[in-house]
């Protein structure tokens, strides 16, 4: 078990920003890619955003491509994802991942990560 936590969610305005962390133990950065997922009351969890390792390639859903930025810090073993333009409908459970599987590319699909943190509220208020 590599535990990873989040922290930096927390109560905006729409159109205010945030960034959340995720910090490792261990190597869960070390050829793992990086993901982070969402799960929003009565809805199924979703891909938000994904990190490869070896080229740092990102991928983002569409809903917020161009808002949100994933990003790694693999000397400290945390990874981000800065959070912008924040609009009601991403209030949610924000959980950040690892796939220690790839090591090109990221997948978007939940059941390819392999560790999951606890989550982190995010609640944007209209």
């Known amino acids: 078990q590599v535990p990873l936590v989040e922290s930096g969610g927390g109560l905006v305005q729409a159109g205010g920003s945030l960034r959340l962390s995720c910090a490792a133990s261990?190597?869960?950065?070390?050829?793992?890619?990086m993901g982070w997922f969402r799960q929003a009351p009565g809805k199924e969890r979703e891909f938000v955003a994904a990190i490869g390792w070896t080229y740092g390639n990102t991928y983002y859903a569409d809903s917020v491509k161009g808002r949100f930025t994933i990003s790694r810090d693999n000397p400290s073993n945390t990874g981000y994802l800065q959070m912008n333009s924040l609009r009601p409908e991403d209030t949610a459970v924000y959980f950040c991942?690892?796939?220690?599987?790839?090591?090109?590319?990221?997948?978007?699909?939940?059941?390819?990560?392999?560790?999951w943190g606890q989550g982190t509220q995010v609640t944007v208020s209209s």
């Open positions: 261990g190597r869960t950065f070390g050829n793992h890619a």
């Open positions: 991942a690892a796939d220690p599987s790839r090591q090109y590319g990221a997948d978007d699909r939940a059941s390819e990560y392999q560790y």
